[in-house]
Antibody, heavy 121, light 107 residues
Framework: QVQLQESGPGLEKPSGTLSLTCAVS?????????WNWVRQPPGKGLEWIGE???????NYNPSLKSRVTISVDKSKNQFSLKVSSLTAADTAVYYC??????????????WGQGTTVTVSS | DIQMTQSPSSLSASVGDRVTITCRAS??????LNWYQQKPGKAPKLLIY???NLQSGVPSRFSGSGSGTDFTLTISSLQPEDFATYYC?????????FGQGTKVEIK
């Protein structure tokens, strides 16, 4: 059974940098899947942040691209998210998710339970 | 970016009702459309991929249809555990984008 587990500080200061890690179990980070980050502000909908492949190729949401870095650590079977220049608008539940392919179609089939990040002084 | 618009934003229904949620895309992309269910305090769950394919383990009362710009999620007979928020998501082009969600509430 594939499981994803987010970890990281729950409180960050404005202008600071958020760092989260997603530990993968039951699957290899080196598989053909893509590894994603999605966030959800309180009471709002889902926003895709970005993704990384096993080889380190990345795709980012243009709305966040200048502030976001996603990396992979194969030795620990995990991937990470950094978001810089934080503001209150970055307060959200952050999810990691696996994207799997189905004959050329892709879906986020496994999700972490989510971690809440609050940006406040 | 491809904009995804769901309707309605919320609905009230009774157990046993047939429920239909619509998702419209700002540009055409064949069947690159997924549906997710999210319950309060929980992560989203993939229900339907490629517009009409049921994810493993999802009850058969859920079905999806559509292609191009107009897609539909149907719950044939609403069950108590189906009260949740549903999101569509396009997987055609980066950035992946979601609809704003449809909240299904108990009447």
């Amino acid at each position: 059974q594939v499981q994803l587990q987010e970890s990281g500080p729950g409180l960050e200061k404005p202008s600071g940098t958020l760092s989260l890690t997603c530990a993968v179990s039951g699957d290899s980070i080196s598989s053909s899947n893509w590894w994603n980050w999605v966030r959800q502000p309180p009471g709002k909908g889902l926003e895709w942040i970005g993704e990384i492949s096993h080889s380190g190729s990345t795709n980012y949401n243009p709305s966040l691209k200048s502030r976001v870095t996603i990396s992979v650590d194969k030795s620990k079977n995990q991937f990470s998210l950094k978001v810089s220049s934080l503001t209150a608008a970055d307060t959200a539940v952050y999810y990691c998710a696996r994207v799997s392919g189905y004959s050329g179609y892709y879906g986020m089939d496994v999700w972490g339970q989510g971690t809440t990040v609050t940006v406040s002084s | 970016d491809i904009q995804m618009t769901q309707s309605p934003s919320s609905l009230s229904a009774s157990v046993g009702d047939r429920v239909t949620i619509t998702c419209r895309a700002s540009q055409s992309f064949s069947s690159y459309l997924n549906w997710y269910q999210q319950k309060p305090g929980k992560a989203p769950k993939l229900l339907i991929y490629a517009a009409s394919n049921l994810q493993s383990g999802v009850p058969s009362r859920f079905s999806g249809s559509g292609s191009g710009t107009d897609f539909t999620l149907t719950i044939s007979s609403l069950q108590p555990e189906d009260f949740a928020t549903y999101y569509c998501q396009q997987s055609y082009s980066i950035p992946w984008t979601f609809g704003q969600g449809t909240k299904v509430e108990i009447k």
